[in-house]
């Protein structure tokens, strides 16, 4: 078949697949000797592979009839009580029951989900900017206009949203507004956390234009400072928001496990898309997962990887601050998650700088990657979740040297 013929028989989804730049990236960071702050996957030390191997020997000899089995496409009953269980001890949110519960293969699945039930090539979708480059390829398979609204450092800029708002709504279009997608605590690829405030603004907003809320959430648990705010769910509600969570950054991102929170007519509709992806997800990972929490308290499991993480994100600070600092950079303090924004000064461009961090083997993820419209842009994500400590002040430093030769050879 000719690549004409070929690219004929494709859908118009199959046509406009592009290979994630992220993926291309990151084959560069397994270079030997290579530094990379590149992936967002997890500390494999942290994963609690003793307590999962010893219950996984259990449920495979003595729950085979549940575990290798199809199980409901909702999920395992005992994981939703579980989860249940969780979302009232960790935040207060008790007025759920199994039926406002579906399991996921992750919340990647969730975010393919929500675009198939909600967008259409005419619907609009409000993402923050920078967005988590997950969703936004997850909601691009549907074709919607999507509307990229700032993102400062405590949050979503409300203003901004409330404009954009109000246009759609004099012309007459907002009902073609789907949802507002978030990510307010510790977000990914920003590292900003929304504030109380911006939290009930948006509700206000949303319930005031009719809007579903899309709350994404992997990194609440991993605070390192304070708690966040309280969820946007709880301040909005089942008629309004929409909440995801996932084991992927707190237990294991093999696991394949999210979940959704909502409405029970959402999850009614979601479940039968689940169905026509993959009839349901595994009964051995999910009652893996159900009898870790009945037998380990996740907060307190979770101590020792907050721990690592946060002194991983102290160490990325310092280097910042010893080696970046002077070269004009700027980042915010994440006060929780696995990811720094860096604001190089106008002129660097972060995409096109790569080719010199690849000499110099360190890595990261240009700005561009997680907006909309790509432009070129002098910010970069850094993640500090995979690099030992003193890899980290290593790497920080071949950062500035990257910067040193671009300015060189840019004359900046
Ligand atoms: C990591 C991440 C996810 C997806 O994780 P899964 O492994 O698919 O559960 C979703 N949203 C955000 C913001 C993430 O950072």
Known sequence: MTVEVFEMKLSKLGRNLKSSLIRDLLKYATVPGAISFGGGAPDPETFPRKELAEIAKEIIEEDYRFVLQYIPTEGDIELKREILKLLNDVYGINDLDEDNVLVTNGS?????????????????????????????????????????????????????????????DEKGEVGKLKFIYVVPNFHNPAGVTMSLEKR???????????????????????????????????????????????????????????????EKDIIRKAVMAKQSADLCGSGLNQRLVARFLQRYNLAEYLKPTVETYRKKRDAMIEALEKHLAPKGARWNRPGGGLFMWVELPEGYDTMEMLDIAKEKLVFYIPGAAFLVDSINCHSMRLSFCLPPVEKIYEGVERLARVMETYKEEKGL
């Open 108 to 168: 990647q699945q969730a975010l393919d989900i929500l675009g198939r039930i909600f967008l259409d090539e005419n619907s609009y979708v409000v993402v923050e900017r920078p967005s988590y480059l997950g969703a936004l390829n997850a909601f691009y398979t549907s074709f919607p206009h999507f509307i990229s609204v700032p993102l400062e450092s405590d949050g979503i800029d409300v203003n901004y949203l409330e404009r954009v708002l109000r246009e759609l």
């Open 200 to 262: 009930k603004a948006l509700v206000d907003l949303a319930e005031k234009y009719d809007v579903f809320i899309v709350e994404d959430d992997p990194y609440g648990a991993l605070a390192f400072d304070e708690k966040p705010p309280m969820p946007v769910f709880k301040i909005g509600g089942l008629d309004r928001v929409i909440l995801l969570n996932t084991f992927s950054k707190v237990l294991a991102p093999g696991l394949r496990l999210g979940v959704i929170i909502a």
